[in-house]
């Protein structure tokens, strides 16, 4: 009788045992795998974001939020805009200027539910009412506007921060951020396609220009530069891209400044060969505006671009940060005019129109030329075209 009820003891230890073990296989096979706040069930990566931080993300996520300047341009360029499930303020604003290419070939971001205000100011309450609710939100100039661990703690959902760069001295980081937001994405592949547009355009630029001799060098200048909001006369680049990658002697340069406000006594000191204007400054509408200064200026009519009606009209790329296809269309423009042999087998048009195709059309050569055509048009004095002055 002892033995029998060892053997029942035995048998039911055993069986224990058994389903501990099989519970135990079953909880680790989801090691792979996560269920999100959202309550998506999907395999998950492990990304190290711009600062550092590892954050674990689904992987080939549906839904995500874009947050900060130029943000949502960079998943246009990798043609997952259809993923957002809001955007910040100043994608439904109504403006009676828009110079932002992504946002000109994608109007129905206007018609978006808003999740905060713009340049990172987001709203975590806002965001946790999204439905459906974001599984990753993008974020870049995180210095500014909302603390991304803080928001990640809010909400719950991951926060991925990037560094947003430029194409001269940062391009390194803005290659990063578009791989990076490529890999949570699955859109690695398109990324390296539009990195490589980007090589393959500056070193065409650089190509046609470089052997172009210090004393046969065009002057030039660049005012009405625009720095959050439009300047006048004297904003300019020192170290303009569009002049940079055309080898242009730009007579403001200077490689440690990226935009600068320089006096009317160096402009007339400099007294440049052709002026360029950034056509931001149009928007200003009154005496502070860059056109408006070089027409009734009497110091400014005594320079010899403006005597000799050399002062042209070129798109504004400084807004909402950088839009780099409209400083590849601007160094195209800047390198036929400057050297007219070199590019005489570019149609600006053409070339513009192929550049907004690629980055924000989505392929879509119709919807590039409209984007184009907004563009240049944009404004009361058309881009690319002598200023009246």
Known sequence: MKQNKRKQVILVLTLLALFSLLSGCMGNSSGTQDTDTTG??????????????????????EYVICSG??????LTYLEAQDRIVAVDSIETRESEYD??????ANPQFRDYPVFGEFRGNDDPEKILTLDPQPQVIFKTYSASGYDPAELQEKTGIP???LNYGDMVNNRNEMYQALR???EVMGKEERAEEVISFFDTSIADLNERTADIAEENKTTCYVGGIARSGPHGFQSTEPSYPPFLFTSAKNVA?????????????SILGWDPEIIFVDLSTVQLEDQSSALYQLRHDESYQQLSAVKSGEVYG????????????SVLADAYFAGKLLY????EDVDLEEKTIEIYTFLVAGGDEQKGREVYENMINVFSVPAFTKMDV
């Open 314 to 325: 070129v798109l504004p790329y400084n807004w909402y940060t950088q839009n780099h296809g």
């Open 69 to 74: 300047s130029g943000c949502l341009r960079y």
């Open 340 to 343: 007219p042999d070199k590019f």
């Open 40 to 61: 998506h069930s999907a395999d998950t990566i492990s990304i190290t974001d711009a600062i550092g931080r590892t954050v674990e993300v689904p992987e080939s996520p």
């Open 159 to 161: 926060v991925v921060v």
């Open 180 to 182: 990076t937001m490529g």
């Open 99 to 104: 110079a932002r290419p992504y946002a000109l």
């Open 253 to 265: 340069y200077n490689s440690n400044l990226s935009t600068a406000e320089v006096s009317r006594e």
